[in-house]
């Protein structure tokens, strides 16, 4: 059985190293500030004891006054999960650090992110529109597309 | 004096027979040598994660089906999980037994479209593809008789299955489960050790451990890596903690072990329903769930282990009768991550089975 991490512990663990990261803790997830996303992601990924190998997936959800960022964190190794979240304000040219150095697997999924709700990852080797065309107009998935 | 050369760009798709529906990749090739891929999709794309956001809960099932439309009932089966785990809904002991039941025949269903459209890209052209789709045909059949379609079954409810099966079902599937192990040791003389599927699968396309973790992959191309992660057993969701059955890994992480694989999980899933008809109680086959479900303000993140891979489903509740945000995680999509490690610095020929062995649906990749 995958053992959910209290987001609680993990939380003091990343405060412990990034003393602003964290911004608060939920019963599910730990919301941590987007400028230390990718330092925060690094350290989940590489400490002794929590080493979330497996990213198993991103998404995002439109709340009007900000987006949320959702990442899904596995660790194979340990049979353990976090919900690691983060928000971005603004709707003009959100961004948000883009992880795809840690996990490859992000690439496909923050150009998905990109394409339908318009939240650009620094640091995406390719951030393009995935499903649909080069000049579509706007990002779909937002609230205020249709 | 040197000739001299320079890449070749080669549009692959989208319509082409090994593209397995509408992908396009765009190749660029060394004289016969592939040294960049460059995917690219979106040709099926209808919007389902925002169509779902206008639809009732229930109403977002039949959208589910026309994922993977090869393994509908394991999508029906993926989104119902995270609606009952969103409103706390339980399901009755029969229904369990009933998806667990369609789940794994719709494994077999899938790895047997899997295996036969592989072996089309390895050089055995339709043959052995349709002695496959022969054993498919047996399990759509079955499919037929509990919910009267063929191909998107839109079977599961939230909170059970939409009826229950008919008297001769079970009988029926006892026919199948005696035929189906024959059928198997058919495919495994006419394949397992044939030369030219050695030849050209073994050693081709090798995608290491490490980076089958790293890229997110699961399912088949997972565990060929040697990765023993399947969510029946990692995250046992249902009532897969009651069945005995065992994961089979690759060594390599090559073609030919993610087509062993396959044949493997074929012969587990039958461990599955064999048990699973053993035990099957009788009862009703649906709780009481109102038209309308409102579930309470949060989300719910449920997870299936599909033919694919890892399909999830991540649910937003504003406690309306719709999902404020229906999130498919598909595994085919992060699969294709695989393609550069697979392709790169093999012929080309060899990167038509690389892409072959992913077994993916754009059905599930394009949404």
């Known amino acids: 059985m995958t053992t959910t991490l209290s987001p609680g512990d993990v939380a003091k663990q990343i405060s412990q190293r990034y003393a602003d990261a964290v911004i608060e803790t939920t019963d599910t997830a730990v919301l941590i500030n987007s400028q230390f996303l990718l330092d925060v992601a690094a350290f989940l990924k590489d400490t ?15 709340y009007f006054e900000y987006f949320e960022l959702i990442y899904q964190l596995t660790s194979i190794k340990h049979n353990h999960t976090v919900l690691l979240k983060t928000r971005c304000y603004g709707r003009e040219n959100p961004t948000v650090p883009s992880v795809v150095s840690l996990w490859q697997g992000a690439n496909h999924q923050e150009r998905e992110i990109y394409d339908l709700m318009g939240i650009s990852f620094e640091g995406h080797p390719n951030m393009k529109r995935i499903v649909l065309w080069d000049g579509f107009q706007g990002h779909p998935l937002r609230k205020d597309y249709l | 004096m040197a000739l001299k050369t320079e890449p070749f760009v080669l549009n692959l798709g989208p319509l082409h027979p090994s593209t397995h529906g509408v992908f396009r990749m765009r190749l660029t090739l060394d004289g016969e040598v592939v ?13 389902i994660e925002k169509l779902a956001e206008q639809r009732t809960y229930t109403g977002v099932i039949p959208l589910t089906d026309r994922l993977d439309y090869v393994s509908s009932m394991s999508n029906n089966f993926g989104y119902v999980l995270a ?20 789940a794994e025949l719709q494994r077999i269903a899938s790895h047997l479209v899997g295996i036969g459209s592989f072996c089309n890209e390895v050089g055995a052209y339709f043959t052995p593809f349709l002695y496959m789709w022969r054993e498919r045909e047996k399990i759509v059949d079955l499919f037929e008789m509990a919910s009267g379609q063929r191909l998107l079954y839109n079977y599961m409810r939230v909170g059970g299955v939409s009826q229950d099966v008919p008297e001769e079902f079970i009988p029926a599937l006892r026919r199948f489960l005696k035929q189906m192990p024959s059928y198997i040791n058919e495919y495994e003389r006419l394949l397992k050790e044939n030369e030219i599927l050695l030849a050209r699968a073994k050693g081709v396309g090798i ?5 089958a973790i790293n890229i997110s992959a699961s399912g088949p191309l997972l565990r060929g890596s040697g990765v023993k992660w399947d969510i029946r057993k990692a995250d046992p969701y249902s009532i897969y903690d009651r069945f005995e ?17 396959r044949v ?14 053993e035990q099957i109680p009788s009862g009703a086959v649906r709780s009481d769930v109102p038209h309308l479900i409102r579930p309470p303000v949060g989300e719910a993140y449920a997870r299936i282990e599909a033919p694919t891979g890892e399909l999830g489903f991540y649910l937003v ?26 392709m790169v610095g093999w012929k080309i020929q060899d990167a038509i089975i690389a892409f072959g062995s992913i077994n993916i649906t754009m059905g599930e990749v394009d949404r």
């Open chain 1, 48 to 62: 002794p004891g929590l080493e979330f190998d497996y990213l198993t997936h991103i998404t995002a959800v439109d």
């Open chain 2, 35 to 47: 040294i960049n891929v460059e995917p690219v999709f979106g040709y099926l794309h209808r919007g």
């Open chain 2, 83 to 102: 609606v009952e785990k969103l409103a706390r809904i339980s399901v009755p002991e029969r229904a369990e037994y009933i998806r667990v039941i369609m």
């Open chain 2, 207 to 211: 995608l290491p451990k490490e980076v």
């Open chain 2, 245 to 261: 059955f065992d994961i089979p890994t690759g060594s390599v992480g090559d073609c030919y072990d993610r087509y062993r694989v």
């Open chain 2, 264 to 277: 493997e999980e074929m012969k587990q899933s039958l461990r599955i329903i064999e048990q699973a008809v």
């Open chain 2, 317 to 342: 509740s504003d406690n309306s009768i719709a999902p404020y945000r229906c999130h498919i995680r598909a595994p085919s999509l992060m699969n294709l991550t695989a393609l550069r490690e697979m």
